[in-house]
């Protein structure tokens, strides 16, 4: 079944995200198109959310499994008065946003594993992809794309996922109105994209700690095809993960990093 934009807006209750939206059948990639209609000048809050992907993508030229009929894919167009050496951070306001809004459904199961990924009980339920374009001193626009695991059933994971990745439906056992988690979470969205236009990127700090469970725990960091383990001790005020490596404080920045096994 496709989106239902009546029952959609019905829903939503927010002030500027998803206020225009752009709802497609089939796409490449709503963060390609919500590229372009950014590149044309489309306003901030525009968002584009398709029921199916042909060339869904993930970070480090993944590619994301993007059925039709069961999931969330879209990409809000934001356009904020930051730093370009920031817009990292803003990766972190949409994994807060996303694991406040999935904690409602899942509670004590959600965390959030950096930079990207949002997890119930351990499993990828949900990837973000923010892509920018920029000058040397000013964001032009970001796109942020996510895609949310909603109603798939186990058989219906690609093969090779079914052991990392999980959705809204096998956790609970239910079926979920897409139109309303879609709501959701452009609500949650704006909540967290105005703390963080408003009070800066220390409450997104907090939460994203606070969310993470990380601190404290035993993981293996790789980058450029070099991995080393340390213990995560905290965030940075950019956004970096500050980890003890043989008693030394380092901050990644760039990466992908794996929890050590219990
Ligand atoms: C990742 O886990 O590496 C990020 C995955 C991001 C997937 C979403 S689905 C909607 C948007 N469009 C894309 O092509 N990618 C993002």
Known sequence: MLFNEELLRAFLTTSVFGKQIQFLEKTVSTNNHAFSLAFKGAPEGTAVLADCQ???????????????????????????????A??????????????????????????????????IGGRKVCGILAESRSSAVKIEYIVVGIGININMQENEL???????ATSLKIETGRDFIREEVAARLYE?????????????????????????????????????GVTVK?????????????????????????????????
């Open 54 to 84: 042909t060339g869904g993508k993930g970070r480090m030229s993944r590619s994301w499994f993007s059925p039709p009929g069961k999931n969330i894919y879209t990409t809000v167009i934001l356009r904020p008065e930051m730093d370009p």
């Open 86 to 119: 920031l817009s990292p951070q803003v990766t972190l306001i949409a994994g807060v946003a996303v694991a406040e809004l999935l904690y409602k459904y899942c509670p004590g199961k959600v965390t959030l594993k950096w930079p990207n990924d949002v997890l």
């Open 158 to 164: 690609d093969e090779s996922l079914r052991q990392i």
């Open 188 to 224: 949650s969205l704006e909540k967290w994209y105005f703390i963080f236009r408003d009070s800066g990127f220390e409450p997104i700090r907090e939460k994203w700690l606070e969310c993470s469970g990380m601190t404290g725990k035993e993981i293996s960091y790789s980058s450029q």
């Open 230 to 262: 340390g213990r995560v001790t905290g965030m940075d005020n950019d956004g970096a993960l500050l980890c003890n490596v043989n008693g030394e404080i380092q901050r990644l920045i760039a990466g992908e990093i794996a929890l050590a096994a219990r």
